[in-house]
């Protein structure tokens, strides 16, 4: 059976998510990922496969190594899914914000 992989199932796993960090400033080969777990490469190549199978990595061959860098374009798909949260939550942090300040007024 062949799963249909999205980029919320991509990132649900944390060791996903780290990959993701990692390559977000960079390109970087496998090995230079994996250089960053405690865990075996086959492994980390498995998290690699996912994620570009999801394009949220994309791949480009330099000579001999293959180096991974971010595809911004499917990351947004995740950025614009979490902003009605973010902007929710930085509501209740304003209200929040605004009943501290007119308690310390009255004390």
Not at 26 to 38: E, P
């Amino acid at each position: 059976m062949n799963l249909r992989r999205d980029v919320f199932q991509a990132i649900a796993d944390p060791t996903r998510r780290a990959i993701l960090l990692l390559v977000a400033s960079q390109s970087m080969t496998a090995g230079a990922i994996a250089s960053n777990f405690d865990t075996a490469r086959p492994t980390v190549s498995k998290h690699l496969q996912i994620l570009a199978e999801c394009e949220l990595l994309q791949q480009n061959q330099n000579g001999r190594e293959i180096y991974y860098h971010i595809n911004a374009k499917n990351m947004k798909e995740v950025a614009d899914f979490i902003e009605p949260f973010r902007k929710i939550w930085d509501d209740r942090f304003n209200k929040l914000e605004s009943v501290m300040k007119d308690y310390q007024s009255k004390k």
